[in-house]
């Protein structure tokens, strides 16, 4: 199919060749794991368990709460041994409440939801409905709730579901080996989510260094007319939901607006799978699969981990780390967070764990800016990294949010690409997080003013009308005969 180009972007080692020929292998479980109440995008979960309660696989641990959230469930049978506050790895780096599950080892079902038999004769709402309580968040890493993503049908006119199996992180192949290992229910999940946005086409959308995966995904689709399969160039960030918009349609996404404003929604291959087994067999989110690799990992492999399993015990299934790991990331290099931590979980988000050696970790002493522009250069948003950066440093948000660091992807090509090696992404999240705290507190400070202000209206009412009931009454003693009617 005809490809637009994108702007910008970089090439970086992609390293894929550590673990993505090997095929998936799952975990066994372990005796204990950590599930918190926020694993994705919105509010956390409400717990419906208590310590001491003996829950089968598949239970509802915790429940969603307001319109974006996600309910958590028992990735295995065992008891709930503690609810308590722990470090997770979440973005905002803080304590969250988490359920701590012991297993009993023998990994029982509990009842799951029917399977709905034909799900292209349910309604778009019954599937919408199955994916929320199924706990099913975006598994690229966004972590976004995707019943409500399955929503926007409601208030957009879809044309195409995109679903993005660009995978151009480097390390990362968890999502090839879906696709290569699951592609008929890759398929399957991605017709049934086509059919609830009301989107008429899909595009599966794979980098072309994944011919295995394009191969069986083009086998599994051959019977549907509308599923395509399109093998985009090497390019990272070609995986950010607006710029694989922008090749595959030329549609421009505007600034501040959703890809579903041009008529496109898009979903990770992997989420798809998740999709299928909800809908098909009842089946709720309990296990994804990781990549774990880098030169520090002794077997680097791609698991089918448990939700809640100790990233310590992730590294153990893989031989362990080597003397020189020098930093643990979970997610891509790129985009990924360090971590505080190897005793947190593996949460719905973890794509992969990396170690990295000394020698694929860039620690090179920042230099000043030779203003070389090379940073404008490779930025796919078309935003002047040098110039926002700068700005940041003197702790003028308003101008950095001028020219557009709200529109910035956090891609890190630009500090990849620096060869002063200024962590400029480091700035751009910084002020993203400060802009939004203080718009918070705008925004509060602005309801209180407007209940204030609501308040001394209501008693500003309140005292007229005593005022002028007093005025009544003393005009009536001054003169009793008056409004009087004659009879
Ligand atoms: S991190 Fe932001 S500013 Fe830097 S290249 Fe990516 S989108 Fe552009
Ligand atoms: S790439 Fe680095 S050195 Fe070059 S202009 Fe941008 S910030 Fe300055």
């Avoid at 890493?141 to 929503?151: D, I, Q």
């Avoid at 995978?167 to 192949?173: A, I, K, T, V």
Wanted: charged share 20%.
């Amino acid at each position: 199919m005809k490809l637009f180009p994108i702007m910008g972007g970089i090439h970086p080692d992609y390293r894929k060749e550590l673990a993505s020929e090997k095929a998936i292998v799952p975990m066994p479980i372990p005796a204990t794991l950590y599930l918190p109440l926020q694993q994705h995008m919105g509010a956390p979960g409400i717990t419906t368990v208590e310590p001491g309660t003996e829950v089968k696989k598949g239970q509802v641990l915790a429940r969603g709460q307001g319109l974006v959230s996600a309910p958590v469930h028992a990735p295995t049978s065992g008891r709930i041994a503690a609810i308590t506050e722990m470090m997770a790895p979440h973005p905002s780096g803080l304590p969250t409440m988490t359920i701590i599950l012991d297993s009993d080892g023998k990994d029982e079902w509990g009842d799951l939801p029917a399977a709905i038999a034909d799900p292209f004769a349910a309604s778009a709402q019954e599937i919408r409905d199955r994916v929320a309580v199924s706990g099913i968040v975006g598994l690229g890493g966004a972590t976004f709730p995707s019943a409500v993503k399955l929503g926007l049908g409601n208030q957009h006119k879809l044309e195409i579901l995109v679903l993005n199996g660009a995978e151009c992180e480097p390390y990362l192949c968890c999502d090839d080996r879906v696709m290569r290992e699951h592609a008929d229910e890759v398929v399957d999940g991605a017709r049934i989510m086509a059919h609830a946005l009301g989107a008429p086409q899909i595009i599966i959308a794979v980098e072309d260094n994944k011919p295995q995966a394009i191969t069986a995904l083009t086998q599994a689709a051959s019977a549907f007319t509308n599923v395509t399969v399109a093998s985009v160039p090497v390019q990272y960030p070609m995986g950010a939901e607006r710029h694989l918009t922008q090749a595959l349609t030329g549609r421009e996404t505007p600034a501040r607006k959703l890809t579903a404003d041009v008529g496109v929604v898009v979903h990770n291959v992997a989420t798809a799978r998740a999709v299928h087994q909800a809908v098909r067999f009842g089946r709720p989110l309990l296990s994804r699969v990781v990549t774990v690799s880098g030169g520090a990992v002794a077997e680097p492999k791609n698991v089918e981990v448990l939700l809640g399993t100790r990233v310590a015990e992730l590294l153990a299934f893989c031989g362990g780390l080597s003397k020189d790991s020098r930093r643990i990331i979970s997610g891509g290099p790129m985009m990924g967070q360090p971590l505080p931590s190897l005793d947190v979980p593996v949460v719905k988000g973890t794509s992969g764990i990396l170690a990295l050696t000394k020698a694929e970790t860039k620690e090179n002493a920042t230099q000043p800016c030779i203003r070389c522009g090379s940073c404008v250069s490779y930025c796919p948003c078309g935003l002047v990294p040098v110039e926002m950066a700068a700005f940041i440093r003197s702790e003028k948000l308003e101008e950095a949010a001028k020219i557009g660091v709200q529109d910035c992807v956090s891609c890190g090509s630009c500090s990849y690409i620096c060869p002063s090696h200024i962590p400029l992404v480091h700035y751009f999240n910084y002020a993203k997080g400060r802009i939004a705290a203080l718009d918070r507190e705008r925004r509060k400070a602005d309801q209180t003013k407007a209940l204030v202000s609501a308040h001394n209206a209501r008693l500003e009412r309140a005292a007229q009308a005593k005022r002028e009931a007093a005025a009544r009454a003393k005009a009536q003693s001054e003169n009793p005969d008056a409004g009087r009617v004659n009879a």
